[in-house]
């Protein structure tokens, strides 16, 4: 009977934790649509299937996190109430990060700025196996100034590199659909001098 009990109140606790992690994920992504979609020049390009692996990740390690709590919660109250406010913190980085994966590339032409998902490639091992450096990234966007702009290079069919004095920064998508929509709304900016190379194209 108390076996029953046991496993009744870690499957509301599991169902209890993905409701909430829904609800804050809503919030976070309605909050950043405000902020970022308000105005009818700023452009959404939304590649569903760039997202889902880095969603897959993060679902994966909050259920892995959820049934640890839910194991410890059944071994020491005290400790599982020690460590819930860094879960909750953990959970709430997580819903922030599923808000801003969920907003994708966005071009807004009344500021001239371009934002986007930023790359992973400045973390190192460590920063993955802490887990948080890599939901911080997660839940901040990368941008340049349109106009800042120099040239755009494409690689590897679904890859574009925006460069300029700023150095180089790269947007990945999963088809040449979606890049090239992001090429067309860069450079068709008014008073854009953004040259595209060719040289790096592949199939």
């Not at 760039?50 to 400790?79: D, H, N, R, W």
């Not at 009344?110 to 400045?122: A, D, S, Y």
């Not at 941008?143 to 460069?163: C, H, N, P, W, Y």
Request: hydrophobic residues 45%; positive net charge.
């Amino acid at each position: 009977m108390a076996t029953t009990k046991k496993k009744q109140n870690d499957e509301l606790l599991m169902y209890g934790a993905a409701a909430l992690l829904m609800v804050l994920a809503l919030v976070h992504y309605f909050r950043l649509r405000q902020k970022y979609l308000t105005n009818e020049n700023a452009h959404q390009i939304f590649d569903f299937k760039a997202m889902l692996p880095k969603l897959l990740t993060i679902g994966t390690g909050l259920l892995m996190t959820i049934i640890l709590m839910a194991q410890l919660k059944g071994y020491s109250e005290v400790l599982f109430w020690l460590t819930l406010p860094l879960c909750v913190y953990a959970a709430n980085l997580a819903a922030k990060a599923q808000a801003y994966m969920l907003l994708g590339v966005v071009i807004d032409y009344n500021t001239g700025i371009v934002h986007f998902p930023p790359n992973l490639e400045r973390l190192g091992l460590f920063d993955y196996l802490k887990v948080i450096p890599v939901l911080k990234v997660w839940t901040a966007l990368d941008s340049v100034e349109i106009d800042k702009i120099e040239r755009i290079t494409r690689q590897a069919g679904k890859s574009l590199f925006m460069i300029g004095k700023f150095g180089s920064r790269r947007i990945t998508f999963t088809d040449k659909g979606k890049r090239d929509e992001c090429i067309y709304w860069l450079t068709s900016f008014e008073g854009n001098h953004i040259g595209l190379a060719n040289e790096m194209e592949f199939s």
